[in-house]
């Protein structure tokens, strides 16, 4: 019996989350969460407590389907960029090597035995 009702409440998410219009969706989402925390389902309460902690970025996401995937990229440019500086501790330093890899210069035009990270 319970397996059955997870089994509705997860197709009864996936319906919401289909959802254009965004009030729409945050209002189904929030009643979904009150009737999952009624029932017995004990894992799926779980489920429904995580979407009331993040209920505002997964409204965010289902608007804009944008992922902070771009935020992770710059970061490990600039994880790099402390790689290449070698242990110079200067922002200065650290912000020219970071320009020199995110614009993927090419200096081989310049001088064919000059260093070209990736």
């Known amino acids: 019996m319970r397996r059955s009702r997870a089994w509705v409440f997860k197709e009864q998410l996936r319906e919401i989350l289909d959802r254009k219009q965004i009030n729409v969706m945050r209002t189904m989402l929030g009643r979904w969460c ?21 209920l505002e970025g997964i ?9 902070n995937g771009f935020l992770e990229a710059l970061n490990g440019r600039f994880q790099a ?3 290449y500086a070698r242990g ?3 922002f200065a330093t ?3 090597v970071l320009f020199l890899i995110a ?13 070209q990270p990736t």
């Open 94 to 96: 650290i912000r020219t």
């Open 103 to 115: 614009g993927n210069l090419d200096f081989a035009a310049l001088n064919p035995h000059a260093y």
């Open 34 to 54: 009150a009737s999952v925390m009624r029932s017995k389902v004990e894992p799926m309460k779980e489920v429904a407590a995580l979407m009331r902690r993040h």
């Open 59 to 67: 409204v965010a996401w289902v608007q804009t389907c944008q992922t």
């Open 81 to 83: 960029a402390k790689h």
């Open 88 to 90: 110079f501790g200067r």
